[in-house]
């Protein structure tokens, strides 16, 4: 994420290159298998999973998530900044005015996806909702029910984040089996407090690459790959 973000003539802000970018990349993943997996929680909490997410944390292609929370890369793209999130456009995707997926991505360095969430992070998620939507709404022209809020499961960068875009539909075609809405995580996590450490998610594995290799070491729990 390092393209800068440029104003359009209706004064609204946008990202330059974050159009090729994202084509190529869907491009790039149309060519790759999807495979459809339930991840229960027993392969959350295994050692596989948790070495897989150590690996990502510490991968190089990953830093850009730490140098934005460090301030040390897009400071001139932060549009809130509050002590647990920064929220920012996401320079690897459409930007353009008529079109936005920003990035909402908290600081807690224990928060590494949905599944790290329970009760007691209710009153950042609901701020970070609140102040999300409302920025939204005061700098687009878009309303509340235009945006979708959602994270995904399994995360690209295992740092908690969630997406903010408008007009719906636009970027969830093909993730429609990772996405959990900030809204229903909220919702959830009130009925119980620890909803995302008891139940199996469904999610979709790309390739054969390491992360299917965790998934193929707990063939009894998920599907056949």
């Known amino acids: 994420m390092s393209s800068p973000v440029a104003v359009s003539e209706s004064g609204r802000t946008r990202v330059k290159g974050g159009r090729e970018r994202r084509e190529k990349r869907n491009t790039q993943d149309r060519s790759v298998r999807r495979n459809v997996v339930l991840c229960t929680p027993s392969i959350s909490s295994s050692t596989e999973m948790q070495e897989y997410i150590a690996q990502q944390v510490s991968s190089i292609k990953k830093r850009w998530v730490y140098e934005i929370l460090s301030g040390d890369s897009e400071k001139e793209n932060v549009l809130l900044s509050t002590p647990e999130f920064i929220f920012l456009p996401d320079t690897e995707a459409l930007n353009d005015g008529h079109v936005i997926n920003w990035l909402a991505i908290f600081r807690d360095p224990s928060l590494k996806s949905i599944r790290s969430l329970t009760g007691v992070h209710l009153p950042v998620l ?33 740092q908690l984040h969630v997406h903010f875009c408008a007009p719906y539909g636009k970027y969830t075609t093909h993730d429609v089996c990772k996405i959990h809405t900030l809204d229903n995580v909220i919702s959830n996590l009130e009925i119980d407090a620890l909803y995302y450490q008891k139940v199996s998610l469904t999610t979709v594995v790309l390739g054969k690459g390491d992360l299917s290799s965790v998934y193929r070491a707990h063939r009894k729990d998920t599907v056949k790959l």
């Open 126 to 158: 609901k701020d970070c909702r609140d102040r999300c939507l409302a920025y939204v709404m005061q700098n687009t022209n878009f309303d509340a029910c235009d945006v979708m809020a959602y994270f995904h499961y399994l995360p690209s960068v295992f």
